[in-house]
């Protein structure tokens, strides 16, 4: 985490991104993989200046991302960006307070979110409410069943609302609640087609529409309302008794389509084949669906869906032997017009989530304007950050992080682009912010906890003068909280 100074500093608001892992078992198993990419992650929720906590989306796929009435940082809630503001002095954050460790592996930690006034975190056993300034713990969420299993939560909150999914009557993860996060109460629940439940979900939302992925179905719902909008359900693939449908791993909504990742089983020539849908947001119907063939089995993970971006992996020497990768950026046609260099000294660099098995990649990079940002390099003590044009697929800057440790891209507005860097089993975190142009960063904020709990998935909050990391350890707190003292 961040360390704390005596005289709080307001900051101008962040524009949040939100992170991800390496190939692993077909496509419904646990996917958390690794490709030239570090294990954990980091969920942050950075608060400052007056009034309710409140983000902007760190992509173009998502812009309100907000919950409360807007501060003089910015509008949430309208879409607009923040003002353009002078960065302030660096502050070094104590930790104020922090939730206890589930302490076993039936509590492992999916994910959490800030609304309103609270801080909301879920883990494998249920969903706990905290004051977002004191650290009380608060009433339940009304609505929800008092024992529940959960199987999976999206990444980032939209509209102050957060969506989770968790296991029914049938024991599979076919049962997804939307929570009004200022509030504490459920919106509204869904159950999908048992058969449709398998043993993961990928959920996240756009505006009003919430989407729920889960085995070969996409299933849209009003955000608010509840409403089911529309269903997709994959095309079969292959032929004769090897005929079958594809099945679904990740799923992005954005305001000009719904992006979807797939991947089937070829038995005729005992590979995974990849491939990529985009659905019109309205009413679901297929706009494309193309099969990748980058190389055999291929693993495609989502980045973003405004623009299409793609991370596909795939064997490059056999079925056990070295993987290969590369990003892929689309047009509306699903044409590929830009390639992206993945791994080694110099290539993009992924961080990887310990809170969430699906969509893992979508805060990996932080895209924003058709620019790309990212970390860069592989040794931990010279890693470098930098931005990639997607039109083009070229590097257009590139920085020393300036000191060690992993940076994730976190937000970016007017004054520039903002990067964690933390280092593992280190008990300090730091927020750079980098000019948009590249050139040397400025220090944010300093964090400093003996116990520091991170997951490096880059979901950025401001509100307070306080910050909120969210981690993915079941034997460290799911989340601690940071402030001037």
Not at 68 to 88: C, D, I, N, R
Not at 177 to 201: C, I, N, R, Y
Not at 243 to 254: E, K, P, Q, T
Not at 347 to 361: A, K, M, P, R, W
Request: net charge negative.
């Amino acid at each position: 985490m961040y360390a704390p100074t005596p005289t709080p500093t307001p900051t101008p608001a962040y524009t949040p991104a939100y992170p991800s892992a390496p190939p692993g078992p077909p496509p419904h198993g646990d996917r958390r993989r690794h490709w030239a990419l570090i294990a954990g992650g980091v969920a942050l929720a950075l608060v400052a200046g007056a009034g309710a906590w409140f983000a902007f989306a760190g992509s173009d796929d998502d812009k309100s991302e907000s919950a409360g009435p807007a501060s003089s940082s910015g509008a949430p809630g309208t879409g607009q960006p923040p003002a353009p503001s002078t960065p302030a002095a660096p502050v070094d954050l104590n930790l104020a307070w922090s939730a206890p460790a589930g302490g076993s592996d039936s509590a492992d930690p999916r994910g959490g979110w800030v609304g309103g006034k609270n801080i909301v975190v879920a883990n494998e056993n249920g969903v706990t409410v905290y004051d977002a300034a004191t650290g009380a713990e608060g009433a339940p969420i009304a609505g929800l069943p008092a024992s529940l299993k959960i199987c999976e939560t999206s990444a980032k909150p939209v509209g102050g609302v957060g969506l989770i999914g968790y296991e029914g009557a049938s024991g599979d993860c076919d049962t997804v609640s939307a929570v009004d996060l200022a509030q504490g109460s459920v919106l509204w629940t869904h159950q999908v087609p048992e058969f449709e439940g398998a043993w993961e979900m990928t959920l996240a939302a756009d505006g009003e529409t919430a989407v729920v992925g889960a085995a070969s179905s996409v299933f849209a719902y009003n955000l608010h309302g509840g409403t089911q909008m529309w269903t997709w359900t994959t095309p079969e693939a292959g032929t004769g008794i090897y005929r079958d449908n594809w099945d679904i791993r990740d799923v992005l909504a954005s305001p000009t389509g719904v992006a979807v990742t797939l991947q089937r089983s070829e038995t005729t020539s005992i590979k995974y084949v990849g491939g990529v849908a985009v659905l019109d947001p309205v009413n679901g119907v297929q706009r494309k669906l193309t099969a990748l063939d980058n190389g055999p089995d291929s693993w495609p993970n989502l980045i973003s869906a405004s623009p299409v971006v793609v991370f596909d992996e795939w064997n490059a020497t056999g079925v056990l032997g070295e993987r290969d990768g590369k990003i892929i950026v689309y047009d509306d046609a699903l044409t590929a017009v830009a390639e992206l260099p993945v791994g080694g000294e110099d290539g993009i660099v992924f961080e990887t989530s310990d809170l969430h098995d699906t969509n893992q990649y979508e805060a990996s990079v932080l895209i924003r304007d058709g620019v790309l940002y990212t970390a860069l390099g592989s040794a931990e003590d010279s890693r470098s950050v930098g931005a990639y044009d997607l039109a083009t697929g070229k590097r257009t800057w590139s920085a020393p992080a300036g000191q060690p440790g992993y940076p994730t891209p976190v937000s970016v507005d007017g004054d520039g682009v903002v990067f964690t860097v933390s280092k593992s089993y280190s008990d300090q975190a730091t927020l750079l912010r980098f000019p948009l142009a590249g050139g040397a960063p400025s220090v944010v904020h300093r964090l400093v906890a003996e116990d520091l709990s991170l997951d490096r998935e880059g979901a950025v909050w401001v509100a307070d003068g306080r910050v909120a990391l969210f981690g993915g350890q079941t034997s460290k707190p799911p989340v601690q909280v940071f402030g001037a003292s």
